[in-house]
């Protein structure tokens, strides 16, 4: 029972945490992803918070 709790307590301190959906950490990531690993949901994510807000930043009203 020790050697199984030690071994998680291992796993979650070294497991890396995910960067938020739309964080500029986390469009980079998927920057350097193979398009062909995208899920349909990651590209949506992807064209909302890193294309279109990108787009947003540069127009200056």
Known sequence: MK???I???A???LSACSPTVGSEK???QLKEKAKG???AN?????TR???I???DAKKQY
Not at 42 to 46: G, H, L, R, S, Y
């Open 3 to 5: 050697t199984i709790l």
């Open 7 to 9: 071994l998680l307590t």
């Open 26 to 28: 986390w469009c980079q």
């Open 11 to 13: 796993v979650f301190l």
């Open 37 to 39: 690993e995208w899920s």
């Open 42 to 46: 990651e590209a949506v994510e992807f």
């Open 53 to 55: 807000r990108s787009g």
């Open 49 to 51: 918070n890193c294309i």
